[in-house]
């Protein structure tokens, strides 16, 4: 993945690029990084960022010259302690109900455990006699009460 500071370096690679025209710009796959590496500043090639700072008096913008660096600071504001307890109250809620659904469907595991080991006798018996029906299909002796250039389905239809 591309990281913001590798498009600008090439953007500003590009336009301090002078074999080619003004409108072209070159992109280069994405070296691959150390993941323990820590991601360096962005630098600039002969190029000095510029900042405008939006003046409220006449609605302009306004060119701040020389800035070399800028660090942005976001201050959290103070968590409410009521917003906190009421936070807190609702992650026991919450675990309380994933704990209770947990427990339920213990329950209804071991309810369809047990059912399946009731229901193993009359499950065996009942693949016995349809093995025993089977066997006894095989070893009967095949009908005789058509010739047996007949199909089972009764004699061939004429054709018209």
């Known amino acids: 993945m591309t990281s913001t500071n590798d498009i600008l370096d090439q953007i500003d690679t590009a336009l301090g690029d002078y074999s080619v025209s003004d409108d072209a710009m070159r992109s280069r796959p994405a070296s691959e990084a150390d993941p323990g590496q820590i991601e360096q500043p962005l ?10 700072i939006m003046d409220e008096a006449n609605g302009e913008w306004q060119t701040v010259e020389g ?5 942005v600071c976001i201050e959290s504001p103070a968590i409410d302690p009521e917003f906190a307890r009421r936070w807190q109250e609702l992650s026991d809620y919450l675990q309380r109900v994933q704990l209770e659904r947990a427990r339920r ?24 006699n349809v093995t025993a029906a089977a066997e ?13 250039w007949q199909s089972p389905y009764g004699p061939a239809r004429r054709r018209r």
């Open 43 to 52: 630098q600039f090639h002969g190029t000095v960022p510029v900042v405008q």
């Open 105 to 128: 469907a213990q329950e209804i595991l071991a309810a369809i455990r047990q059912a399946f080991r009731q229901m193993a006798p009359a499950v065996e018996e009942a693949a016995r």
């Open 67 to 71: 800035v070399e660096a800028i660090e």
């Open 136 to 148: 006894a299909v095989q070893k009967a002796p095949p009908r005789r009460d058509r010739p047996a």
